[in-house]
């Protein structure tokens, strides 16, 4: 099977209009690059042989999938034994009939015939047995990154699958961009965890999906449909090569901000989280290159996948869906002198499972939650496997130290690169800008105040954020260390009932509704319908040792054992605080509440164990009350007839974000997380003490 001559030109066309019309895309030549940021080998297909990175001018990467299937046959790989052999004139020209997957011979065949003479591979250019293989995987960001271009193989089981389109109807651009994406994600390539980074960090993609081909850049999507221009550099440029997909999750790339950027970090954590790995183990390996990229931006590097700079704020993620733990994997003979502790139950790397964006914000970057706040009220720091090293973590004390010093407006000078804006309250009613209540008491009270940095004026902060010295050489904390240790108080609540979704009770919404909603990748049909009925979270109500209401946790698992009067232990990790409305607006209070998960497709009842006094179990139980503004009578009979600790509307919520732990040999482990009223947890709350989270 060979490629149609009308796509070869096509992507042939798309690599000299890239070259030509993007200054940003073309990556960095080798001869300039740092010796650390080229692969050790690459294939020399002119001279069939692997030769050292550093002597090729420029190469092609391949994103692929190792196959299963594949794995079990005499497949041609890169060990100690046979290196000798692969650095042989030839070698691989005699070797690649039968010993390789069809996906590499095409890549092959196809980089030749482009003229390009360098190909990367994984398994024919990193030495599976070596002793480098670790910084290798570690060095994901600069392979693919300053690869000329990546191939993206998302067909099956070579590149070549069904690209015959004789007999396809004509559709217009825009909506054949979308098909395009959606047959990406749906392919087997988009749900493995290594193949993410692949195509997140690579600055221009050929992708194959079958029965299709397309170009895919930092600044065009290119396809049959659509070809691109087909006039010179200045003699004019057609709209429609600039990309038409707002919301899809293969365009995402890690632009060069000079801010640490938790809205990007929040995306690309959602959007990997749920994938699958062949060794559970290789979690924070496959997303390493992601997290390397963003440690230039982000002061105190990151912790299990954690921005220690967000650290308060990103320890409170929760699941979107049901998940499971990630157990280290068994087989792999790499892994034979590497300690065999599991994956930190504290961070979502430990969590097979989709995470919610919505439990992850941060006041001073979300302008949409403007009443919500987080504060830290522990000093953490990270403890190596064998428990004897401990280093701290100061820099997850300082984005409250920045919020309370710029939050005092007329104290402080603006840190150089950034800018205030002195807005007039109210905001006009046709701006299209949601803005946090930062009105100073010292200065003009009719003012709101912005502040954006000179590298994305567009962005909006409550206040300045830390910024990484350009000198200064990113922080690097061993991820491989699972243990993170504070002081912190405890306290002992019950289980008062466990809300769960009630079987066959759905209600399916009218598929238009989806294009009046423009939400960042949230809008992606995995978060936008919700999650698959039986895959809902469970959501627990708890009580004190007086029986008064307490909170909620969003249960994280599908475990049986947990059951209504259960009493169970919680740590506080931070305090936080947000509007009457927001708080409502949660998941776990509207499941709490009104008994029902409302996605904008789709809308879900739950049935309480054991029902509460004021539930009859007919309609309250069956007719789900969906939780909207023209509800607004029916929502405030439900909350009047139940006291809750959050108070009424117009006021805020005050509480502390807790984890329920269950402790096994001196280690505490995450079981679900939550919130508790404030008052309540410091009435039944003990001394603080020493908890070391695994």
């Not at 105190?300 to 499971?324: E, I, M, N, R, T």
């Not at 946090?436 to 008491?441: I, K, L, M, Q, V």
Request: glycine residues 6%.
């Amino acid at each position: 099977m060979s490629l149609p001559s009308s796509d070869f030109r096509n992507i042939r066309h798309w690599i000299h209009n890239c070259d030509r019309l993007h200054t940003d895309c073309p990556p960095t030549p080798n001869q300039y690059r740092q010796p650390h940021e080229i692969p050790s080998w690459v294939l020399d297909l002119r001279n069939g042989c692997i030769v050292p990175g550093s002597t090729a001018s420029r190469y092609v990467a391949l994103s692929y999938v190792w196959s299963t299937i594949e794995s079990e046959k005499l497949t041609l790989e890169l060990w100690t034994g046979n290196l000798r052999q692969f650095q042989k004139s030839g070698f691989l020209d005699g070797m690649k009939q039968g010993f390789l997957p069809e996906v590499i011979s095409d890549a092959i065949d196809l980089v030749k015939q482009l003229g390009e003479r360098y190909l990367w591979v994984d398994r024919l250019c990193i030495v599976q047995d070596g002793r480098m293989k670790r910084s290798e995987i570690e060095n994901m960001d600069n392979i693919y990154s300053g690869a000329y271009f990546t191939i993206i193989a998302a067909a099956s089981p070579g590149l070549y699958v069904n690209l015959d389109r004789r007999h396809r109807a004509p559709m217009g651009v825009s909506f054949f961009h979308r098909y395009l994406y959606d047959k990406l994600l749906k392919s087997k390539w988009a749900t493995r965890g290594w193949t993410f980074q692949e195509q997140v960090l690579s600055r221009r993609s050929i992708i194959f999906v079958n029965g299709d081909v397309f170009w895919d850049c930092r600044n065009s999507l290119w396809s049959h449909e659509n070809p691109g221009p087909r006039k010179e550099a200045g003699e004019g440029y057609d709209t429609y090569s600039q990309k038409q997909i707002d919301n899809h999750e293969m365009a995402v790339t890690v632009p060069s901000t000079a801010f640490a950027d938790f809205r990007l970090y929040r995306e690309l954590v959602c959007l990997y989280s749920g994938r699958d790995l062949t060794y559970a183990q290789d979690v924070l390996s496959a997303f390493m290159g992601i997290i390397n990229e963003l440690s230039h931006t982000f002061p105190g590097g990151f912790v299990g996948g954690l921005p220690v700079l967000f650290l308060d704020a990103a320890l409170l993620w929760q699941p979107f869906s049901k998940g499971k733990r990630r157990v280290w994997t068994q087989g792999r003979s790499e892994d034979a002198d590497m300690p065999k502790t599991n994956l930190p139950s504290w961070s979502w790397c430990g969590w097979h499972a989709v995470v919610d964006p919505e439990s992850l914000h941060v006041r001073s970057l979300e302008w949409l939650r403007p009443q919500m706040r987080t504060k830290p009220i522990v000093t953490w720091s990270v403890l190596s496997e064998d428990l004897r090293l401990e280093r701290k973590l100061p820099e997850s004390r300082i984005l409250e130290n920045y919020c309370r010093r710029f939050l005092d407006w007329g104290d402080w000078d603006t840190p150089p690169g950034w800018s205030r804006h002195d807005i007039r309250y109210p905001p006009p009613r046709n701006s299209t800008w949601t803005y946090c209540d930062t009105r100073s008491p010292k200065l003009d009270p009719n003012l709101f105040y912005t502040f954006t940095h000179i590298s994305d004026p567009s962005k909006l902060f409550c206040h300045p954020i830390p910024m990484v010295n350009p000198g200064r050489k990113p922080t690097a904390h061993p991820q491989n260390w699972p243990y993170l240790h504070c002081e912190a108080t405890t306290g002992c609540f019950k289980i008062q009932s466990i809300l769960s979704r009630k079987s066959s009770a759905q209600v399916k919404r009218e598929e238009s509704r989806i294009s009046s909603l423009h939400v960042p990748f949230t809008s992606l049909d995995k978060f936008h319908g919700g999650p698959e009925g039986e895959e809902l979270c469970r959501v627990v109500s708890l009580t004190d040792a007086d029986g008064q209401p307490a909170g909620l946790l969003r249960i994280m698992d599908d475990d049986t054992e947990i059951r209504p009067g259960q009493e169970i232990e919680l740590m506080a990790i931070s305090l936080g605080s947000m509007g009457w409305d927001e708080t409502f607006s949660s998941y776990e209070e509207r499941v709490d509440l009104l008994k029902s998960a409302d996605y904008p497709r789709m809308e879900h009842s739950f049935v309480r164990d054991p029902p509460s006094d004021d539930e009859d179990g007919t309609g309250s139980e069956t007719a789900p009350l969906t939780f909207r503004p023209r509800r607004a009578a029916a929502v405030e009979t439900a909350h009047s007839r139940a006291a809750r600790p959050w108070g009424r509307k117009g006021e805020h919520y005050r509480f502390y974000n807790v984890l329920w732990i269950e402790r096994r040999g001196g280690i505490a482990y995450r079981k679900a997380a939550g919130r508790v009223a404030r008052e309540v947890w410091e009435r039944n709350c003990g001394e603080k003490l020493s908890v070391i989270l695994g």
